[in-house]
C-alpha cells in the first residue's frame, strides 16, 4: 500500500517520508505540494476521528496547541529562508480528507497580486501535482529549517517530541 493512502497510519509506521516530528497530538508534516515553500501539515494521531468535535476536549486543546508549535516553526524558519515571507495562514477544514488535519501555509509578498491575500484554496489546482512544485530535495534545506525549530520550541514548552 501507497503511504499516501493513509498518512496517519504510515506516519505511525514510521513509512511516511514526509515526516518532520511527532507531537503529542499528531504527526507535523512537510506537503507534498510546495508552491508556498514551507506548506507544512498537522495530522491528528487518531484515524477515526473525522472532526475536532470528535475529539475530547483535552485532545482538542493539545492539537490546537501542537497546530500552534507547527505555525511557529513554519513562521520562525520561512522568515530565514525568504525575506519576502508575509504571514503564515492555518487552515482546518476536512472537507476532502475525512480526518483531523490542519494545513500551515507560509504566504510570501512574491505571490500573484490576486492571490496574495486571498485564500490559498484559489490557486489554480495543477499547482498541486504540478512536478514543478512537489516536494522534492530541492526543500531538504527548508524541510530541516523548520524540523529543527519545532524541536528548539517543543524544548522551550515541554512538549514531548520525536
Known sequence: MDWREDRIRSAARGENPT??????????VIGDAQFLPGYCVLLGKDPHAKALA????????RFLADADLLATAVEQACRD???????VNLDILGNTDAFVHAHIWPRYAWEPPELVGRPVWLYDPARWTSPDTALSNHHDD???AITGRLRSLADTVAVRIT
Do not use: Q
Request: glycine residues 4%.
Open 19 to 28: 515526516v518532520l516530528a511527532e507531537l503529542e497530538s499528531g504527526y507535523a
Open 81 to 87: 529562508a525568504d525575506p519576502a515571507f508575509r504571514r
Open 142 to 144: 527548508l524541510r530541516a
Open 54 to 61: 470528535e475529539m475530547s476536549r483535552t485532545d482538542r486543546v
